[in-house]
């Protein structure tokens, strides 16, 4: 399953099958025909739904950044203290791109393939993912629990941990989502010296 919320049963087998050709053939090998017939369907179905199969790619991309959006804040707001906040966020971050780790392939390795205005778009919610790690470094900083020299480097080194889960995760390996978020959340600790 793709992770995206559709509209109608149609719009999500047809996200569905984006997702999955999308990760088969990467976004340029695709043609929507075959997105068509992975989903079922004729080929004018897929424009019936979506102007184009950028269009699929952008509200796979959009949607997939804004639930990491979600998940990040209400992670975060679950926990009390700076040094139980960043595990918490390590852990369910990691977790969550290895158990949705074909969508989270696409949502963070195609979006060159996006559109410019789509693109600004999703850079938007990523520069917010961003900036609500970067607080979460900032305050163990100034509560002086974390020690870290360049809070925004940490930053986007704890994003790229938790993103390249997707790229390497496997359904069939020797780890269970949960287990890689506990190695992550320790790996977060140790990085920011807690």
Do not use: C
Request: charge should be negative.
């Amino acid at each position: 399953m793709s992770q995206v919320t559709a509209d109608s049963p149609t719009q999500a087998r047809l996200l569905d099958a984006a997702v999955a050709s999308f990760a088969a053939r990467g976004f340029h090998g695709t043609t929507t025909r075959d997105i068509a017939a992975a989903a079922g369907l004729s080929p004018a179905a897929v424009y019936v739904h979506h102007r184009s199969k950028e269009d699929l790619l952008h509200l796979i991309s959009s949607r997939g950044h804004e639930r990491t959006l979600r998940l990040v804040r209400d992670t975060v707001a679950a926990v009390d203290g700076p040094v139980d906040r960043l595990a918490a966020f390590a852990r369910t971050f990691a977790a969550h791109h290895a158990r949705h780790h074909t969508t989270a392939r696409i949502v963070n390795y195609e979006l060159a393939a996006l559109s410019e205005p789509h693109r600004a778009e999703v850079a938007a919610v990523r520069r917010t993912i961003e900036a609500e790690v970067r607080a979460l470094v900032e305050d163990g900083v100034r509560a002086g629990v974390f020690d870290v020299p360049d809070p925004r480097m940490t930053t986007l080194a704890l994003l790229s941990l938790g993103i390249d889960v997707s790229r390497w995760y496997d359904d069939d390996g020797a780890l269970t989502h949960e287990e890689v978020g506990e190695h992550y959340a320790a790996l977060a600790l140790r990085m920011v010296g807690a």
